[in-house]
């Protein structure tokens, strides 16, 4: 009977000893899966902002396509404006040239009458 009662107290020991493992089993399966979703949620969280990266680098690209697109426009509208002025900055310089040279003209008319004071051909211009 000892012999029985040394051998149901060995396996109440090994019992015990078998629950701690299983407790201390059963923590580190938990840990372990903890880990596992938390290395799965953060794959899936970096692909998700990989793809949000990815979204907003194409959003940003339509913008500056939609912005280089509107640029071309302006400038091909100021560009026709420029050739539509053009012509008439020709003839205003043109006509600033022909004004400029009349005046000059005139001036050294008054100025050859003012120095002939009494000399009436001076009127009519040198002899030639």
Known sequence: MKKLERELASNKKEIQQARRRLKTAQVNLQEAIFEIMKRSGSAQSEEAKRTETLNQAEQDLRKAKYSIDQQKEDINVAYQKYEGLEP????????????????????KKFSDLNSSKGNSLAIFGQKS
């Open 88 to 107: 008439v900055q020709d003839q205003a310089k043109s006509n600033c040239e022909n004004i400029t040279r009349q005046y000059y003209a005139i001036k």
